[in-house]
């Protein structure tokens, strides 16, 4: 018993939540989390908490998943990543993006490929909509792949949008597939070089199309002074592919010379122009791009895993400073996973070097 106690992770408090759970499962050690909200009105996981660990259950087998009755205590033993088809209702309390970002670093792990259908609201709702998870999230997770995994012989990493579902009824469909792989490369990545493109998708359903228009020129009005290669496409969607909400939104991506990845977006809320959307979305891309960093800020935490996570050699990655969000992140790895990162600062500029020599996490793929 007492080798167990020493095993367990503790922690408090609701922030952090899936990270914290994600990390304890690549290091297979027991998790409990306490004082989740105590002092709210209504204490406890959220509903959209607890959906994240009825997924993290079917993404794995062999686990516990135990709520003390107000919710507010919260254990986890992990359990073997199994992969397998799954699928998942994520309600309509956050977007889909809040299961998709952290799930998502156990698929290439999994014992068989996973297959999973994800249903609700494909919109940003504060997480990273469906258009991000692809055309960002995706590349930056394959850069960690080895090459065989992402060859012809090898099925690839794949997001596809069935339906779009804007906020608040959501009605959306992703269904996203990843090939196994028996451990990741290192990364070193420390070449930001300079902005050769931009790409966008505007998005609209159960609106009219020509909203989509709107939010094109809007951007187009920011954007076109910066750049030549600027395409951006209108996506519209009717009829049974057009989720249960009328809206509409903005992704936007900068490619640099040596691949590095911006992104931003802006999602319709009451009241907002399309005019809005547009230009929100530009403006952001532009702050995107001034910070810097070979890895866009949102994914900066899920890198710094993923490094951790490499083989026993070191990794490198050059990021703009640091968000909050990859400084707990730093922290938790550290506790949890017991890697250590070194820290050192771009002269003349914000960036950062961050170094790490990995646990060599292993997946179930057998080698050739």
Same mark, same amino acid.
């Given at each position: 018993?007492?080798?167990?106690? +020493?095993?367990?992770?503790?922690?408090?408090? !609701?922030?952090?939540?899936?990270?914290?759970?994600?990390?304890?499962?690549?290091?297979?050690?027991?998790?409990?989390?306490?004082?989740?909200?105590?002092?709210?009105?209504?204490?406890?996981?959220?509903?959209?908490?607890?959906?994240?660990?009825?997924?993290?259950?079917?993404?794995?087998?062999?686990?516990?998943?135990?709520?003390?009755?107000?919710?507010?205590?919260?254990?986890?033993?992990?359990?073997?990543? +199994?992969?397998?088809?799954?699928? !998942?209702? @994520?309600?309509?309390?956050?977007?889909?993006?809040?299961?998709?970002?952290?799930?998502?670093?156990?698929?290439?792990?999994?014992?068989?490929?996973?297959?999973?259908?994800?249903?609700?609201?494909?919109?940003?709702?504060?997480?990273?909509?469906?258009?991000?998870?692809?055309?960002?999230?995706?590349?930056?997770?394959?850069?960690?792949?080895?090459?065989?995994?992402?060859?012809?012989?090898?099925?690839?990493?794949?997001?596809?949008?069935?339906?779009?579902?804007?906020?608040?009824?959501?009605?959306?469909?992703?269904?996203?597939?990843?090939?196994?792989?028996?451990?990741?490369?290192?990364?070193?990545?420390?070449?930001?070089?300079?902005?050769?493109?931009?790409?966008?998708?505007?998005?609209?359903?159960?609106?009219?199309?020509?909203?989509?228009?709107?939010?094109?020129?809007?951007?187009?009005?920011?954007?076109?002074?910066?750049?030549?290669?600027?395409?951006?496409?209108?996506?519209?969607?009717?009829?049974?592919? +057009?989720?249960?909400?009328?809206?509409?939104?903005?992704?936007?991506?900068?490619?640099?010379?040596?691949?590095?990845? !911006?992104?931003?977006?802006?999602?319709?809320?009451?009241?907002?122009?399309?005019?809005?959307?547009?230009?929100?979305?530009?403006?952001?891309?532009?702050?995107?791009?001034?910070?810097?960093? @070979?890895?866009?800020?949102?994914?900066?935490?899920?890198?710094?895993?993923?490094?951790?996570?490499?083989?026993?050699?070191?990794?490198?990655?050059?990021?703009?400073?640091?968000?909050?969000?990859?400084?707990? @992140?730093?922290?938790?790895?550290?506790?949890?996973?017991?890697?250590?990162?070194?820290?050192?600062?771009?002269?003349?500029?914000?960036?950062?070097?961050?170094? @790490?020599?990995?646990?060599?996490?292993?997946?179930?793929?057998?080698?050739?």
């Amino acid at each position: 018993m007492q080798a167990e106690d +020493s095993r367990l992770l503790r922690f408090s408090g !609701h922030a952090y939540f899936r990270q914290r759970l994600i990390l304890a499962t690549f290091a297979k050690r027991p998790i409990r989390i306490d004082r989740i909200r105590p002092d709210d009105e209504e204490p406890g996981i959220r509903d959209f908490e607890a959906g994240f660990l009825r997924l993290l259950e079917k993404v794995t087998d062999g686990g516990t998943v135990e709520i003390n009755y107000t919710g507010t205590s919260v254990y986890y033993q992990p359990g073997v990543i +199994s992969g397998g088809a799954v699928t !998942h209702d @994520c309600g309509v309390s956050r977007g889909i993006g809040y299961f998709f970002e952290w799930i998502v670093l156990l698929a290439p792990f999994a014992k068989q490929e996973l297959a999973m259908t994800l249903r609700g609201i494909t919109a940003g709702m504060g997480d990273l909509g469906a258009d991000t998870l692809r055309t960002v999230m995706l590349p930056t997770l394959a850069m960690f792949m080895p090459l065989d995994s992402v060859s012809m012989l090898a099925s690839a990493m794949e997001l596809r949008i069935v339906k779009r579902g804007a906020p608040p009824q959501g009605g959306g469909e992703l269904v996203f597939r990843a090939p196994l792989i028996q451990q990741i490369r290192p990364l070193n990545f420390v070449e930001a070089g300079r902005i050769r493109k931009i790409r966008g998708i505007a998005s609209a359903v159960r609106v009219s199309p020509q909203m989509s228009n709107r939010m094109i020129d809007a951007a187009r009005s920011v954007l076109n002074r910066y750049i030549p290669d600027l395409y951006l496409f209108s996506d519209v969607y009717r009829g049974e592919e +057009s989720g249960k909400s009328p809206g509409f939104g903005m992704s936007l991506v900068a490619t640099s010379t040596t691949d590095a990845l !911006h992104s931003a977006e802006a999602t319709s809320t009451p009241g907002v122009t399309p005019e809005d959307i547009g230009l929100n979305a530009a403006r952001q891309l532009l702050s995107e791009i001034q910070a810097g960093g @070979c890895i866009d800020r949102s994914l900066q935490p899920m890198s710094l895993v993923l490094m951790a996570l490499g083989p026993e050699d070191v990794a490198k990655v050059q990021l703009s400073s640091l968000t909050p969000q990859a400084i707990q @992140c730093l922290r938790d790895i550290r506790e949890i996973l017991g890697v250590v990162f070194k820290v050192k600062q771009v002269a003349n500029t914000q960036d950062n070097i961050l170094s @790490c020599v990995g646990i060599g996490f292993r997946g179930y793929k057998k080698a050739n």
